[in-house]
């Protein structure tokens, strides 16, 4: 059995997030799987850097899956993308040691949370960013998030999961960009490891601050409270987008 890693993009608003659910439901794993076992004729498990949730996008997922075959992987990348659906694309695959594992070697993950910061929606970019009406202040924004950045617990920023709750809640947060060009805001947060819609959190929490429905000086007192109901509504799904992961 060879060990492969493959890096893909997807545009996640038609699919119910990563993970093959029980209802049948269309998501990432299902058609890479789906794909792959058509490819080698047997089925094919495969194993990605982490779960995104429905209508979430990747432009540099991972995953890695094991395959008895003498398929050079430039083939199996050319076999993959003229079978997967449009929204879907393969960006490399590569042969790799048999102790790489897609989610327990990732060393860290960037996600980028997208604004559109203007009075009129954008029909092209609806399902791509989070369109926010209200003026911003980018530069209070910037300032509220460097009190996130290093090693803390971020409990006051994961949403509830039964299937979670025993987890530890301590990350370390390396980097929080904030840009602006025209009407667009990035948000880019760069971690070892993300809690439960931790990032759409966080984002909605800087939203408020940015907007003033927040005063800056609540961000380290969101943070030490490890409460929930003390940060900001969760921002919407579209905006959220895994960038890479680094191993």
């Not at 040691?97 to 609806?126: C, H």
């Not at 390396?174 to 880019?188: C, F, N, Q, V, Y």
Request: proline content about 4%.
């Amino acid at each position: 059995m060879r060990n492969f890693k493959i890096t893909f993009e997807y545009d996640g608003a038609a699919f119910c997030g990563w993970q093959i659910q029980a209802q049948g439901e269309r998501t990432v794993q299902g058609e890479l799987e789906a794909v792959l076992s058509k490819i080698f004729r047997k089925p094919v498990k495969t194993i990605a850097s982490g779960r995104t949730d429905s209508r979430v996008h990747a432009r540099a997922q991972v995953a890695s899956f094991k395959a008895d075959t003498r398929m050079k992987p430039g083939e199996i990348q050319k076999a993959m993308n003229s079978l997967l659906p449009s929204d879907v694309v393969v960006l490399e695959v590569r042969e790799v040691g048999d102790d790489f594992q897609a989610q327990y070697s990732v060393k860290s993950k960037t996600y980028r949370y997208s604004v559109l910061n203007q009075k009129v929606r954008s029909v092209f970019l609806r399902d791509r960013c989070y369109f926010y009406p209200y003026p911003l202040k980018v530069t209070v924004m910037r300032k509220a998030a460097k009190f996130l950045v290093g090693r803390h617990d971020f409990k006051s920023f994961q949403a509830h999961d039964p299937l979670r709750a025993d987890r530890g809640t301590v990350r370390t947060i390396k980097k929080i960009t904030i840009s602006k060009e025209g009407h667009l805001i990035a948000i880019d947060i760069t971690a070892d490891g993300f809690l439960y819609k931790m990032v759409r959190n966080i984002a909605g929490t800087l939203l408020a601050i940015g907007s003033g429905q927040l005063p800056l000086n609540e961000m380290p007192k969101i943070l030490k409270a490890k409460n929930r109901q003390k940060a900001w509504d969760t921002a919407p799904a579209q905006g959220l987008c895994l960038m890479s992961v680094k191993y």
